[in-house]
């Protein structure tokens, strides 16, 4: 590997980038994708369907290894994903997976802490691994495509790397943001309507 090529060092960290934050929710795996798509469409160092490929392929083996330790693992691995997680988010989530687990598993991905919720829900009821990563894969295609947009909308106005890489970063984090809003307000419309409906019984 020619660690003067900007290419030997994007990709690598485009995939491991998404890939650990895929698992471990601590690196913005949306701002990456954003920022690698917006250098493929300012610089010659990287491609966009590469960027898209790679950024796929990352999204859902994290998705499959956060599966696995759902389903596979001991009550520790369990509690170790389910951090911070409420517990009512976790127990709403088991019951709509039952429902439509194919649905959920697309949604969750594309919703902003929806994900996790989702894959213990789904290593809870030990949804079928054949049915998983076929569902796993057209979420992670889809989740690729929208970050990627935002980068290639950045490259798109900016011809310098760095403020399109920046512009989509920014981009990402407001996406992410009302993204949040809308599905709080939406979560605590739904409780008041339980609550009224408790009131009138």
Known sequence: MNWTDPA??????LFL?????????????GAVVGAAAAVAMTTPHLTLPLVLLLATLGAAGGDLI???IARLGGDAAVRWLARGQR?????????RFRRKGWQLIVVGRLIPAG???VLLAAGAVSYPWRRLVPATLAACVLWAVAYALLGVVSGGIFDSPLIATLLAAVLVL????????VAKRRRDKAKERQGETKVGS
């Not at 030997?8 to 960290?13: D, R, W």
């Open 8 to 13: 030997s060092i994007g990709y690598p960290t």
């Open 17 to 29: 980038g998404v890939l650990i934050g895929s698992i471990v929710p601590i690196v913005p795996t």
């Open 66 to 68: 956060t599966f696995a």
């Open 87 to 95: 517990e009512d988010r976790l127990a709403g989530a088991r019951e």
């Open 115 to 117: 994900r996790i919720p």
């Open 174 to 181: 407001a996406v992410t943001g009302v993204v949040n809003l």
